[in-house]
């Protein structure tokens, strides 16, 4: 029960809204802006945090852990079944190799790293492919009606794009840990932090809740060109800079590939530029399926 | 300004940091694996392995010895029962090795044992025709020890060309063997003596390493390892490459590509792997790996793994005539195939449990979209 309304995601460290993280951000947003407490009033006044928008997005966070309780996890192909199958496809494609054998230490830090970087590259081109291809942009519009951003916005992503960023985990950890099994055999594991891997928590602590919020984080602009700040990805979310800032944790891909905006604080708005959204449980669900009707 | 503001977030993380239950500290042992067994159960499952490899590695270790006895015995021509009889020493010593072999875990170790298994046996391993290097020797004269001095013309596969020739007959192969004063004998002997020091270094190992028990993580990835390798290897190369199944080979079947041709062992060979397989994994009255996977959430998994593995023992036993004589030209015997399905889901099943264990079910949090 707990599981389907999604409130386990509080005290789970792999999940966004992990209740550290939440205090963290919280106390990075009161530390920073003490001198400003128009920004922190903002944030927890009443038309944002209970805006229709906002409403959504609550009501969205628990149907939508339903649903992917219920319907998507247990018929997507997990990462297991595709590590199984690409070592045993590269074994019988590249022959055999002699197992490399390297001191735990560098495996295990390799692989820690090397899984947070892949997973953060392919989330860049799919989240990138979600604007671009105009298919793919009618799901991922749910997540961009947000006028109003609160942490629990995150979650507002329609499930079709749910079971899309789910086969991007599993081909991109899958290939990863395939590739470093092939090579180095068992023993490989996760350096981690209370549960998650090492990066994601130390990614997830520096504010990564305030990406969905009105409070304009930014890092040192030499920091931006490598880590995205929350500030950054609250531009995406402008009507803007929405061609912008694709990335989750790291920025380089955004600055590699041409997509990167930094620095100055400019006024924001929140949302679509081209609608004004209902802001319905049902329209968030049907109205990508269907162009025509608008619920 | 600008360090105010790092200064903060700085205290702000130290605070938080700080403020962690401990259920959210670095868990170093987890990332290093310096495990060390603390319940009976893995205790017991350490020390019967290690009294496994070491019943195997001594039993590798006699045998080798035990022909050495034999070969200086004969003062005179050998007769076809001499000969015979030490055709059926070498089979005991060649599926102690393919033993000790299917569980090497000694390399993970210590490092020099790394390249032993590869002074011991000649398999899949570069382009050296060992035959024809033992065959220069003995048309050669002088001292034979020097004439053998190529390490792999003293390994298993050399002794099996010394004692079978290419499959040749006995009375043949008594004619060989007394020829120029017994020279393929005294050969024999200088394969023996080789290998008997490489298995000594084993049996050395495996009688005094304290570090295999001694933490449960490493020797867990070891035996993950090595099964994993061995089932492989099994699959691939023993069974695939001979039938044409594998990807290399495919549709070009050659029975001489089986492991032990010349002798027609191969089959005896896979049995041996096959039987250490189910020492580790299948169902004992001692608590193995198999049992200590098992109850630790990989029933289902050994439980197939065994059902795998003693259908390929079954199979092995529908064979009346040793495996080479099951492929001619480029028709297989279909139990072949069969063979090679099981063992190849063997592997497939070694690979599923180690995954299992990773625990890397994908997380919801990558489910989710920016
Ligand atoms: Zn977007
Ligand atoms: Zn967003």
Known sequence: MVELSGLDFFVESDKRIYWLYMVSALMLAVVIFRNQPDILRKQFSKEVLWHPSARLDYVYFVAVSAVKVLLIVPLLVGADDVIVWMVVFLQEQFGYVERIRIASVWLVGSYTLLIFVANDLTRYWLHRWMHTVPLLWRFHRVHHSAQVLNPLTFYRVHPVENVLFGLRYALTAGSVTALYIYFFGAGISMMQMGGANLFVFVFSLIGANLRHSHIPLRYPAKVERWILSPYQHQLHHSVHYGFKNYGSALSVWDRWFGTLVAGKTRKLRFGLLDETPTHSLLGAFLNPLNKGIKL | ?370
């Open chain 2, 1 to 370: 300004m600008k360090h105010k503001m790092i200064k903060s977030l700085l205290l702000a993380l130290a605070v938080l940091l700080a403020g962690c239950g401990s259920d959210n500290a670095y868990d170093g042992t987890e990332l290093i694996g310096s495990n060390t067994p603390t319940t009976p159960e893995e205790n017991a499952m350490l020390s019967v392995q290690t009294q496994v490899f070491q019943k195997h590695a001594t039993a590798l270790k006699q045998s080798i010895t035990q022909m050495r006895q034999s070969i200086s015995t004969f003062e005179q021509n050998l007769t076809a029962n001499e000969v015979s009889s030490l055709q059926t020493q070498f089979e005991t010593l060649m599926t102690e090795w393919k033993s000790v072999e299917a569980g090497y875990v000694a390399a993970d170790y210590d490092e020099s044992l790394i390249d032993t298994p590869s002074a011991i046996d000649f398999f899949h391993t570069g382009n050296v025709d060992v035959a024809a290097d033992v065959q220069k020797a003995l048309d050669q004269t002088g001292d034979i020890e020097s004439a053998l001095f190529k390490n792999s013309s003293k390994t298993i596969t050399a002794l099996e060309y010394m004692l079978f020739g290419t499959a040749t007959p006995l009375d043949e192969m008594v004619g060989l063997m007394n020829k120029d004063d017994k020279r393929r004998v005294n050969a024999c002997d200088v394969a023996l003596k080789n290998l008997e020091a490489q298995a000594s270094k084993i049996e050395t190992f495996y009688q005094n390493d304290t570090k295999f028990a001694a933490n449960i993580t490493d020797a867990s990835n070891a035996l993950a390892n090595v099964l994993i390798d061995s089932s492989f290897k099994l699959k691939e190369w023993r069974i695939g490459e001979p039938s044409g199944i594998a990807l290399k080979y495919a549709g070009n079947p050659d029975s001489n590509r089986f492991e032990y041709a010349k002798s027609k062992r191969s089959l005896e060979a896979m049995r041996a792997i096959l039987l250490t397989h189910q020492e580790i994994m299948g169902e004992q009255s001692y608590a193995n790996f198999g049992s200590f996977a098992s109850q630790n959430g990989a029933q289902s998994v050994v439980i197939a793994i065994r059902k795998q593995i003693s259908d390929a023992l079954a199979l092995l036993n529908q064979f009346n005539t040793p495996i080479e004589e099951a492929i001619n030209g480029t028709s297989v015997d279909a139990k072949i195939d069969t063979l090679y399905a099981t063992t190849k889901e063997l592997q497939r099943l070694y690979y599923e449990s180690l995954i299992q264990a990773l625990s890397l079910t994908a997380e919801i949090i990558e489910a989710d979209g920016d």
